[in-house]
């Protein structure tokens, strides 16, 4: 039962992770390829706060959203002039060279390769405890996303998606757009972070290598694009999907490498026949 | 004169990486397709290689051949398979390296299923090594170097001067105006992948005999030849893809000798600065 809870928290963690991609991927059209690298960041930042410096767990969480939300965005800042394509590439780039970095310079839990042992109020101990907080948290970034993406700067965000040139001829500024979303997009990365590093109860940094981007891209290609409910929906569907793998009886060691095949797979599919996922609003047109 | 040591073995592996990067190079200024999968072929080249000389014992010059003649049918695939229908249904260049990371993601997680992820190294004992002086180096890293050289010579003669090599020049140049004077970009398409492929088995087949092939293999090199590509920029196609090589070969033998842990950030950080500063190459 507690592994039930942990799957549901594990879930909640992506479903942010996917609202956060997909905000700055759906609704503003900014090529994402490396989200992971912040949800590192975030992760880090309560690990170490929390085990080295003794910090309270539930003050680590906003110093890891400030955190995260500042890395993000200063590493946007020098990309802000790259096409598509090359803008996609770059940040792929960003999470490996995050991740290396992490694992040259950050320090670690002696006798380990990364980080345990946080200390933590009895309620995040404990599984269910944990997966309720982390539920209800994840239930305020739908919400919030929501709230968003329908304001006016929601749709200031999908003007600069479709149309920038129109955008600055209302004499709006495009790159504050940009940076404002993609700010706001690693805060929620830093949350999910600080999350995963209470959930997991122990991270290093293969947790967060470019492969798990790139199944960030697959959880909200098949959800959909510029959709909440796409985010929400492509996470639960194929998280859930990969512990069914698991529990149909296949050993880990096959199971691990079918499900990366199959995202694979998918990621291609989608691209070729439904480039909008399951409910999107937009589709691929790079 | 561990200097000179990590000069040889660098320019070695400038060699892996020009046969790579030519093709990766062609196929994206003549289409700007951002060819991720060219690691997949260039996986499945070698591990045929060593399935058809190590495990069947096949001579290694009829395993050679098959396996490069797979790998470049591989390569059309793709794009027959992939690209075009993708292009066709009005997908955009995100989709089309999205896709092609998609494929190579397959790729990787099948041979890791296959092989258990081990080491495939196709060639049985040990590469002699040659000492001259205080130098020591294993004579095929010398030898890796000379077919490459002959392999750009002949490739520098068919596009420049045969009538397939025009059509390339052209398509690099402007690909919706040779469509209109006449050119058949489908047909050239066709040569495109088919030779790049080829090129990218061949780099397979060397890499599965010198230092054997693990599910990354591919990814691992072709990021270190896409900054290659990137340094050398599409304007001088050749010149650049070889200029660009022999700089990578250097830095990640000489990073690889002084600071091991920091090459992949280092590859991956020129990857960011150049795309930002100098998307076009250090010439273009």
């Known amino acids: 039962m507690d592994y039930f809870y942990f799957i549901i928290t594990v879930i909640c963690i992506w479903v942010m992770m996917s609202l956060a991609a997909n905000l700055v991927l759906g609704y503003s059209g900014q090529f994402t390829c490396g989200h992971v690298g912040y949800l590192a960041i975030g992760a880090y930042t309560t690990g170490i706060l929390n085990i080295f410096t003794g910090m309270n767990f539930f003050l680590t969480l906003p110093l890891a959203v400030a955190i995260t939300a500042l890395t993000a965005f200063l590493t946007l800042i020098p990309l802000l002039r790259l096409g598509p394509l090359h803008f996609g590439i770059a940040t792929l780039g960003l999470n490996v060279v995050i991740v290396d970095l992490i694992h040259n310079l950050a320090p670690r839990v002696q006798g380990a390769e990364g980080l345990f042992g946080l200390t933590m109020p009895a309620v995040m101990m404990s599984g269910p405890g944990r997966c309720a907080i982390v539920v209800v948290l994840t239930a305020l970034c739908v919400w919030f996303s929501r709230i968003l993406v329908s304001s006016p700067f929601g749709r200031t965000l999908r003007a600069l998606r479709d149309r920038p040139e129109a955008l600055v001829s209302l004499g709006k500024d495009v790159d504050y757009y940009r940076i404002l979303v993609w700010t706001i997009s690693g805060a929620l990365a830093g949350l999910a972070g600080g999350l995963y590093t209470a959930t997991l109860s122990y991270i290093d940094p293969t947790v967060f290598v470019v492969l798990f981007s790139f199944n960030l891209l697959v959880y909200i290609g098949v959800g959909g694009l510029a959709s909440i409910l796409g985010s929400v929906l492509g996470a639960t569907l194929l998280i859930a999907f990969g512990e069914a793998l698991r529990f149909g009886g296949l050993p880990s060691d096959i199971s691990g490498p079918v499900q990366q095949a199959l995202f694979g797979l998918l990621l291609v599919v989608i691209m070729m026949f439904r480039r909008q996922g399951l409910v999107g609003q937009y589709e691929f047109r790079e | ?284």
């Open chain 2, 1 to 284: 004169m561990a200097l000179l040591q990590v000069l040889i073995s660098g320019l070695s592996l400038s060699g892996y990486y020009a046969v790579l990067a030519i093709g990766f190079g062609m196929i994206f200024a003549t289409l700007r397709i951002f060819h991720i999968a060219h690691a997949a072929v260039f996986g499945l080249a070698g591990y045929m290689f060593f399935l058809f000389h190590r495990m069947y014992q096949i001579d290694i010059w009829v395993s050679g051949a098959l396996a490069l003649v797979l790998a470049a049918v591989f390569g059309l695939l793709i794009d027959l398979g992939i690209y075009r229908p993708l292009l066709r249904r009005g997908g955009g260049t995100f989709s089309v390296f999205i896709a092609s990371l998609g494929l190579t993601l397959v790729f990787e997680s099948v041979a890791l299923m296959l092989t258990k992820g081990t080491l495939s190294v196709a060639r049985v004992g040990a590469l002699a090594p040659v000492t001259i002086g205080p130098v020591s180096f294993r004579w095929f890293d010398v030898e890796v170097v000379v077919p490459v050289a002959l392999l750009y010579a002949g490739l520098y003669i068919a596009v420049m001067r045969t009538r397939v090599g025009l059509e390339i020049r052209a398509l690099a140049d402007n690909a919706g105006l040779a469509g209109v004077v006449g050119i058949n970009t489908d047909r050239t398409r066709t040569a495109i992948f088919l030779g790049a492929s080829a090129l990218a088995g061949l780099a397979g087949i060397f890499t599965a005999y010198d230092s054997g092939m693990v599910p990354t293999s591919g990814m691992d090199l072709l990021f270190i030849t896409i900054v290659a590509v990137i340094f050398g920029g599409s304007r001088y196609l050749f010149m650049g893809a070889l200029g660009g090589s022999i700089i990578m070969g250097l830095v990640t033998a000489l990073a690889g000798f002084l600071f091991p842990q920091w090459v992949t950030i280092i590859v991956f950080s020129l990857l960011i600065v150049l795309l930002i500063v100098r998307p076009n190459g250090l010439f273009g």
